[in-house]
């Protein structure tokens, strides 16, 4: 089956500009996390939904950072005003919902950000 | 959530089997061990995750002591196509969320 895809795959934008980044998590997984990835570095954690709701948007670095999740489906992060330290590769992952001893979380490929 | 500490990076020749070693000193009961695999320009992909004792699939193989103080990732043979970053990970009931805490990982060199 189709796994976690993302989109786009690349995005150039100047500073100062908003973003929207996407992502469409396996069907039928009710959890969906994102999380940014610095070059060389290991992965941040940014914010989880289960369904439609983020009980955990701790790791959103600043305001300028949103997400959202329709239902059990599509999520958008918003980085509004973009700095040149937001240039990153965002990745998304869905698993099902978190339990004792399940943390198979699935990732997609990431959407590599650049701010000029 | 429980830190982690491994090596930066190993070296490794073709058909060696390759262990790498991960110390969670503060895990706690409920946490699981997991570990996740990730290529460049790839998302991370799971491996293997184990509670106590060993755990084997067709991947790879995890040993647990009983203290679970550390973990150690074993591959098998491994092949030019292993090199990659290992990402060893502990969590569990106590975050709520599942989320995941990545270190730095170790990068695996499989050299020819």
């Known amino acids: 089956g189709a796994g976690v895809s993302q989109s786009p795959s690349n995005k150039v934008t100047e500073k100062g500009k908003d973003v929207e980044l996407r992502c469409d998590p396996i069907s039928g997984h009710t959890a969906l996390y994102w999380y940014r990835q610095r070059l060389g570095q290991g992965l941040e954690f940014l914010i989880y939904?289960?369904?439609?709701?983020?009980?955990?948007k701790s790791g959103l670095p600043s305001d300028r950072f949103s997400a959202e999740r329709t239902g059990e489906s599509v999520s958008t992060l918003t980085i509004q005003r973009t700095q040149q330290e937001d240039s990153a590769v965002y990745l998304c992952a869905s698993s099902l919902r978190p339990s004792a001893g399940s943390y198979e979380q699935y990732f997609g490929p990431g959407t590599r950000l650049t701010v000029t | 959530l429980a830190k982690t500490t491994q090596p930066i990076s190993m070296d490794s020749y073709e058909g060696q089997e390759v262990n790498i070693t991960c110390s969670h000193n503060?895990?706690?009961?409920?946490?699981?061990i997991t570990w996740y695999q990730q290529f460049p320009s790839q998302g991370p992909r799971f491996i293997i995750q184990?509670?106590?004792t060993k755990v084997t699939n067709e991947v790879a193989s995890l040993f647990i002591p009983a203290d679970r103080k550390s973990s150690t990732l074993s591959l098998p043979r491994v092949s030019l196509s292993d090199t990659a970053v290992y990402y060893c990970?502990?969590?569990?009931?106590?975050?709520?969320?599942?989320?995941?805490?990545f270190g730095q990982g170790t990068t695996l060199q499989v050299k020819p």
């Open positions: 184990g509670y106590k």
């Open positions: 939904f289960q369904g439609n709701s983020a009980p955990d």
């Open positions: 503060n895990i706690a009961t409920n946490d699981y």
């Open positions: 990970l502990v969590g569990g009931l106590s975050s709520n969320t599942g989320k995941l805490i």
